[in-house]
T-cell receptor, first 114, second 114 residues
Framework: GAGVSQSPSNKVTEKGKDVELRCDPI?????LYWYRQRLGQGLEFLIY????????KSGLPSDRFSAERTGESVSTLTIQRTQQEDSAVYLC????????????FGQGTRLTVV | AQSVSQHNHHVILSEAASLELGCNYS??????LFWYVQYPGQHLQLLLK??????LVKGIKGFEAEFIKSKFSFNLRKPSVQWSDTAEYFC????????????FGAGTRLFVKA
C-alpha cells in the first residue's frame, strides 16, 4: 500500500477486556515498530521487529502486552485484561532496514479503556 | 543504554523569533539522526535526517540541524518561525549497534503565537 495502515482508528473497550490492534506496513519494509503515546507525553517504544530476527520486546510494559508479526507483513498488538492506564494512541511505523532509513508512521489507534 | 534527551518539553515563541530545540543522544557506534514533526491532527512525519557527510543538514520548511559528534547532539534550528510551525517535534536516533532500532525523545511542543 501507499502508507502504513492501522486499524481500528478508534477503539473504546471496557476495563478487563482484551483488544487487538492491527498494522499493515509499507510493502518491502523489513522493520516494524509499535510505540505508545499517552496524552501529552512522548513516544514510548514498545516492540521492534526486524526481518526474521527475534523481536526486541524490551519496551513492553507488562506481560499483558504481546505482539506478533508474520514474516514482513501484518503485525498485531494484543493487550489482555485492559486497564485504564492503557488508554493511549498506539502508533505503528515501518522502515526499510538500512543506514539512514526513516520510519513511516500510521495514523494510530486511539484506545480508550472505560 | 540507548536514549534520546530533549531538553525543552514546551516552547512558546512569537512569529519571526528564532528557534533552537536541543537534542542529545546516547547510542553506541555509528548513528543516524532524525527530527520528526507532528502537526495537530496529523501523522508523524520526517523533518530531516543525518546519516553521513555534512553535519549541517537542511530539511523542509526552512529547518536545519547540526550533528556535533563530540557533544552527542543534534539540535534543530529555524531562523524565523511561523504560526504554522506550531507542532510537536521529536528527535530520534538509530544505528548499526542497535540493529537500527529507532529510539525517540520525549518530544517538544512548540506553540508559535501569531
Amino acid at each position: 500500500g501507499a502508507g502504513v495502515s492501522q486499524s481500528p482508528s478508534n477503539k473504546v473497550t471496557e476495563k478487563g477486556k482484551d483488544v487487538e490492534l492491527r498494522c499493515d506496513p509499507i510493502s518491502g519494509h523489513t522493520a516494524l515498530y509499535w510505540y505508545r503515546q499517552r496524552l501529552g507525553q512522548g513516544l514510548e517504544f514498545l516492540i521492534y521487529f526486524q526481518g526474521n530476527s527475534a523481536p526486541d520486546k524490551s519496551g513492553l510494559p507488562s506481560d499483558r502486552f504481546s505482539a506478533e508479526r508474520t514474516g514482513e507483513s501484518v503485525s498485531t498488538l494484543t493487550i489482555q485484561r485492559t486497564q485504564q492506564e492503557d488508554s493511549a494512541v498506539y502508533l505503528c511505523a515501518s522502515s526499510r532496514r538500512g543506514q539512514g532509513d526513516e520510519a513511516f508512521f500510521g495514523q494510530g489507534t486511539r484506545l480508550t479503556v472505560v | 543504554a540507548q536514549s534520546v534527551s530533549q531538553h525543552n518539553h514546551h516552547v512558546i515563541l512569537s512569529e519571526a523569533a528564532s528557534l533552537e530545540l536541543g537534542c542529545n543522544y546516547s547510542y553506541g557506534g555509528t548513528v543516524n539522526l532524525f527530527w520528526y514533526v507532528q502537526y495537530p491532527g496529523q501523522h508523524l512525519q520526517l523533518l530531516l535526517k543525518y546519516f553521513s557527510g555534512d553535519p549541517l543538514v537542511k530539511g523542509i520548511k526552512g529547518f536545519e540541524a547540526e550533528f556535533i559528534k563530540s557533544k552527542f547532539s543534534f539540535n534543530l534550528r529555524k531562523p524565523s518561525v511561523q504560526w504554522s510551525d506550531t507542532a510537536e517535534y521529536f528527535c530520534a536516533v538509530n544505528g548499526n549497534t542497535g540493529g537500527f532500532k529507532t529510539i525517540f525523545g520525549a518530544g517538544t511542543r512548540l506553540f508559535v503565537k501569531a
